[in-house]
């Protein structure tokens, strides 16, 4: 399983400032006053910092990751999970845009900003009635499954998987995309997607809908 090849390299925080909003480190000031930014793994003070290859991240104070998961590098797939329940999460709690989707189809690269009434984003939340743990689940107020997300690494949604989602709204995005941009998710593989979600007449060549 590949794995990031840093460690204490943050990609998001607290910021205490905007009630506690969770921002990614290249949306955060980089002249910010100790004590604004917490971090997402343990809650404990982070400043704002660049890579060698400049590259804008969150990193403890000295001596203060112990214990922190941050600490260690995280494997890919885990990460990716992470970061799109962040986005989510901060959307629907109207804490920041709902990210927008990307689907490939025979005319090219179409665009879904997609309206999810939901209120919660959850990792790996079981479905009793199908036994599987979706990546990223949106569940509504009632805790009824929304949509549910996958994100590759080394294996995608197999004809086994995809079949066993036959009544869930589902999408599948690449684990190195989300890392990329994770706001805009490119969906790799998609299932019973709902009509509504009509895109400029062409919804039968995105979700297979005969029309």
């Not at 480190?25 to 982070?46: I, M, Q």
């Not at 590259?55 to 260690?72: I, M, N, S, T």
């Not at 990223?136 to 107020?141: G, M, Y």
């Not at 990329?180 to 593989?189: F, I, M, S, T, W």
Request: net charge positive; glycine share 6%; hydrophobic share 40%.
């Amino acid at each position: 399983m590949l794995t990031l090849g840093f460690s204490m390299q943050i990609p998001h925080a607290f910021d205490v400032e905007n009630q506690n909003k969770v921002i990614s480190a290249n949306r955060a000031d980089s002249h910010a006053h100790k004590g604004r930014y917490l971090c997402y793994g343990c809650g404990r003070e982070v400043l704002v910092a660049k890579s060698k290859n400049r590259k804008v991240h969150f990193k403890h104070y000295p001596d203060e990751a112990l214990g922190c998961r941050y600490g260690k590098s995280q494997k890919l797939h885990t990460q990716a999970k992470e970061r799109v329940a962040i986005v989510f999460e901060n959307a629907l709690n109207k804490r920041g845009p709902m990210p927008i989707m990307h689907f490939e189809t025979p005319r090219g690269v179409q665009t879904v900003l997609p309206f999810i009434f939901g209120s919660i984003a959850k990792l790996e939340w079981p479905l009793k009635d199908i036994g599987r743990r979706p990546d990223v689940a949106i569940l509504d107020a009632n805790n009824n499954l929304v949509l549910a997300i996958e994100i590759k690494h080394t294996h995608g949604v197999n004809e086994q998987k995809s079949e066993s989602f036959i009544n869930c709204w589902w999408v599948e995005v690449d684990a190195r995309d989300v890392m990329d941009n994770d706001v805009v998710l490119k969906v790799r593989a998609h299932g019973n997607l709902p009509y509504q979600y009509e895109l400029l007449g062409h919804q039968n060549e995105l979700f297979g809908i005969e029309v």
